[in-house]
């Protein structure tokens, strides 16, 4: 045995004298100790002592973070200036918060998307909310929006009303119509009528019912006509 693992061990042959022939027991013993309490050998001291952090140009005394001084312990060139980020002004824009009626532009799809996507959240709140405007009914059992079709007028019933419906399917994403369907009215949930900005209310949005539809806002609020359910 010899090679660089008796230079470390053992000091080598110029550095610790005779430790470098002394027997492999002595070596791992507290004999193969002496080369390093003398500090003969540099890199077997730097080994088992490590460096001097004010070698590397550190100072230890200083309160700032040692990291902007020290590129790295294997390298001796001087640390770069760390580079001045800014941050955008598009990051420290705060959004404006959602607002009932702020979905009017909204496709029923996305509507669908935000109230299926986000439960126990504002928006699928509001999304509901919309939902309503446009004519929606929300199935509590069947947990399904449902839709009067278009040119059908719905049979009274004792426990609701009966007629052909567009039901929207989340398990197929698609809007089904069912014939001859007959809905009680303990089952479909009450309409948000969540309170809207004025400007939202006189604007000439898409897909809102007239007033007294199902769905319809409060009395003496304005809300524009549209398809959905009368």
Same mark, same amino acid.
């Not at 430790?19 to 027997?23: R, T």
């Not at 404006?96 to 998307?113: D, N």
């Not at 009067?148 to 197929?172: C, D, W």
């Given at each position: $045995?010899?090679?660089?693992?008796?230079?470390?061990?053992?000091?080598?042959?110029?550095g610790a004298g005779g430790?470098?022939?002394?027997?492999p027991v002595d070596r /791992?013993?507290?004999?193969?100790?002496?080369?390093? *309490? &003398?500090?003969?050998?540099?890199? *077997?001291?730097?080994?088992?002592?490590?460096?001097?952090?004010?070698?590397?140009?550190?100072?230890?005394?200083?309160?700032?973070?040692?990291? &902007?001084?020290?590129?790295?312990?294997?390298?001796?060139? @001087?640390?770069?200036?760390? $580079?001045? #980020?800014?941050?955008?002004?598009?990051?420290?824009?705060?959004?404006? !918060?959602?607002?009932?009626?702020?979905?009017? +532009? /909204? +496709?029923?799809?996305?509507? /669908?998307?935000? #109230?299926?996507?986000? $439960?126990?959240d504002e928006a699928q709140?509001?999304? =509901?909310?919309?939902?309503?405007?446009?004519?929606?009914? #929300?199935? +509590?059992?069947?947990?399904?929006?449902?839709?009067?079709?278009?040119?059908?007028? @719905?049979? &009274?019933?004792? !426990?609701?009303? !009966?007629?052909? #419906?567009?039901? /929207?399917?989340?398990?197929?994403?698609?809007?089904?119509?069912?014939?001859?369907?007959?809905?009680?009215?303990?089952?479909?949930?009450?309409?948000?009528?969540?309170?809207?900005? &004025?400007?939202?209310?006189?604007?000439?949005? $898409?897909?809102?019912?007239?007033?007294?539809? =199902?769905?319809? @806002?409060? @009395?003496?609020?304005?809300?524009? =006509?549209?398809?959905? !359910?009368?």
């Open positions: $045995p010899g090679g660089e693992g008796s230079k470390l061990l053992g000091g080598g042959a110029g430790a470098a022939a002394a027997p /791992f013993g507290l004999l193969g100790l002496m080369p390093l *309490l &003398k500090m003969t050998d540099p890199d *077997l001291t730097m080994l088992a002592l490590g460096t001097d952090l004010t070698s590397l140009g550190l100072n230890l005394n200083s309160s700032e973070n040692l990291h &902007k001084s020290l590129v790295s312990p294997l390298s001796d060139t @001087p640390v770069k200036a760390e $580079p001045e #980020f800014e941050l955008p002004a598009c990051y420290k824009h705060t959004p404006q !918060r959602l607002q009932p009626g702020y979905l009017t +532009k /909204f +496709k029923e799809e996305t509507l /669908f998307y935000i #109230f299926y996507s986000m $439960p126990a709140l509001i999304a =509901a909310d919309e939902l309503s405007a446009r004519g929606w009914l #929300f199935h +509590k059992r069947l947990r399904m929006w449902m839709l009067q079709a278009p040119s059908t007028t @719905p049979q &009274k019933t004792p !426990r609701g009303e !009966r007629g052909t #419906f567009l039901v /929207f399917n989340p398990a197929v994403w698609e809007v089904e119509q069912k014939a001859d369907l007959e809905i009680a009215s303990d089952d479909i949930e009450v309409a948000p009528r969540l309170p809207r900005p &004025k400007p939202l209310q006189q604007g000439g949005a $898409p897909g809102q019912p007239a007033p007294g539809g =199902a769905g319809a @806002p409060p @009395p003496g609020s304005q809300q524009p =006509a549209g398809p959905g !359910r009368h």
